[in-house]
């Protein structure tokens, strides 16, 4: 296949529940532009597919004699989905499509390749040709935000497994005794690390104990209900005790999620990306010097534990990944 022009660009497309983003990413993982429409994802699935078109279509402009010349278009869709066929199976937070091949249709309108796969898939090679993981051959992405998800990348492909559902490693179980996770499963690292879990987990030791989460308690107003996971965050950096000892397990329980990881991986990068990575970051040390405890792996301690590149932007990034160029 000859490789596309330089000026060429390709679009990111990010499909949420509530939210449709797009962006022009060129070759080196820059993004020129981006914009963001409403997702209509609770209708039938000709609506959901006119809210995709219509951010892609904002995005150019609405004038396709003068828009860029366009390489392929990469869609970071909701799961599950098959990565192969372009299928969107039967996602739950976007009930519009069941079975639906979304890579087809979007083919049709536009008259380019188009690729599909899950956010954390997607990021993960995003962060392995143009992010953190530049250079390293074999990735391990895991964004922390509302859930876990998790990305493998080796030599610069996505390992999907045999069914295309390889990767979950947010739904592996850490402590079979533990809370039942979205997913049905107990003990998840998701639900004990996620941001809503070291929510939670604050409000919890906060309701037993205010006096010792004075700090936080104030970032909330007074009302135990109203913490988030940042307001922890920000009192943890603050010396709050509460806000420090929830932190503190955190490091704990993905220290030993991921010890788990290497044990099975061997990976020569592991990427942190997601709402809650800048409040992880500063602790990446810590995680570290505690995975001998969690990992039989005499050199777990030399793989680098890095933040993403991507922000908010990941899913831009990660569908824009799928249509790149591999590198040479």
Same mark, same amino acid.
């Given at each position: 296949?000859?490789?596309?022009? %330089?000026?060429?660009?390709?679009?990111?497309?990010?499909?949420?529940?509530?939210?449709?983003?797009?962006?022009?990413?060129?070759?080196?993982?820059?993004?020129?532009?981006?914009?963001?429409? +409403?997702?209509?994802?609770?209708?039938?699935?000709?609506?959901?597919?006119?809210?995709?078109?219509?951010?892609?279509?904002?995005?150019?402009?609405?004038?396709?004699?003068? %828009?860029?010349?366009?390489?392929?278009?990469?869609?970071?869709?909701?799961? +599950?989905?098959?990565?192969?066929?372009?299928?969107?199976?039967?996602?739950?937070?976007?009930?519009?499509?069941?079975?639906?091949?979304?890579?087809?249709?979007?083919?049709?309108?536009?008259?380019?390749?188009?690729?599909?796969?899950?956010?954390?898939?997607?990021?993960?090679?995003?962060?392995?040709?143009?992010?953190?993981?530049?250079?390293?051959?074999?990735?391990?992405?895991?964004?922390?935000?509302?859930?876990?998800?998790?990305?493998?990348?080796?030599?610069? $492909?996505?390992?999907?497994? $045999?069914?295309?559902?390889?990767?979950? @490693?947010?739904?592996?179980?850490?402590?079979?005794?533990?809370?039942?996770?979205?997913?049905?499963?107990?003990?998840?690292?998701?639900?004990?690390?996620? @941001? +809503?879990?070291?929510?939670?987990?604050?409000?919890?030791?906060?309701?037993?104990?205010?006096? $010792?989460?004075?700090?936080?308690?104030?970032? %909330?107003?007074?009302?135990?209900?109203?913490?988030?996971?940042?307001?922890?965050?920000?009192?943890?950096? %603050?010396?709050? +005790?509460?806000?420090?000892?929830?932190?503190?397990?955190?490091?704990?329980?993905?220290?030993?999620? =991921?010890?788990?990881?290497?044990?099975?991986?061997?990976?020569?990068?592991?990427?942190? @990306?997601?709402?809650?990575?800048?409040?992880?970051?500063?602790?990446?040390?810590?995680?570290?010097?505690?995975?001998?405890?969690?990992?039989?792996?005499?050199?777990?301690?030399?793989?680098?534990?890095?933040?993403?590149?991507?922000?908010?932007?990941?899913?831009?990034?990660?569908?824009?990944? =799928?249509?790149?160029?591999?590198?040479?």
């Amino acid at each position: 296949m000859s490789s596309p022009a %330089a000026d060429e660009l390709i679009i990111g497309v990010d499909i949420g529940g509530t939210k449709v983003a797009a962006g022009l990413v060129d070759h080196s993982g820059e993004i020129h532009r981006q914009i963001r429409e +409403p997702m209509v994802s609770d209708k039938d699935a000709a609506t959901g597919l006119a809210a995709v078109r219509r951010a892609i279509d904002s995005l150019l402009g609405g004038d396709q004699k003068n %828009a860029p010349a366009i390489h392929g278009i990469g869609i970071c869709a909701p799961g +599950p989905l098959d990565p192969t066929t372009g299928m969107v199976v039967n996602p739950p937070n976007v009930t519009c499509w069941r079975n639906f091949p979304l890579s087809r249709e979007v083919e049709k309108i536009y008259g380019v390749k188009v690729k599909i796969d899950n956010d954390a898939n997607a990021a993960a090679l995003a962060e392995a040709r143009w992010g953190a993981g530049r250079g390293y051959r074999q990735i391990f992405y895991a964004t922390v935000g509302t859930g876990i998800g998790t990305g493998i990348v080796f030599d610069n $492909r996505i390992y999907h497994g $045999r069914t295309g559902a390889a990767g979950e @490693g947010g739904h592996n179980t850490i402590d079979f005794r533990g809370p039942r996770c979205g997913c049905g499963k107990p003990g998840c690292i998701e639900a004990f690390a996620c @941001g +809503p879990a070291i929510a939670k987990r604050a409000r919890t030791k906060l309701a037993e104990q205010p006096a $010792r989460g004075a700090a936080l308690l104030a970032l %909330a107003g007074g009302n135990v209900e109203k913490v988030t996971t940042e307001m922890v965050g920000r009192a943890c950096a %603050a010396g709050d +005790p509460v806000a420090k000892e929830t932190m503190e397990e955190t490091v704990e329980l993905l220290s030993i999620w =991921l010890g788990n990881m290497i044990d099975l991986l061997d990976p020569d990068a592991i990427i942190i @990306g997601g709402g809650v990575s800048g409040m992880l970051s500063p602790f990446f040390a810590e995680i570290r010097n505690l995975l001998p405890r969690w990992c039989i792996n005499s050199r777990c301690q030399e793989i680098p534990l890095v933040k993403a590149r991507y922000g908010a932007d990941a899913g831009i990034a990660g569908g824009a990944a =799928l249509c790149a160029q591999e590198p040479g």
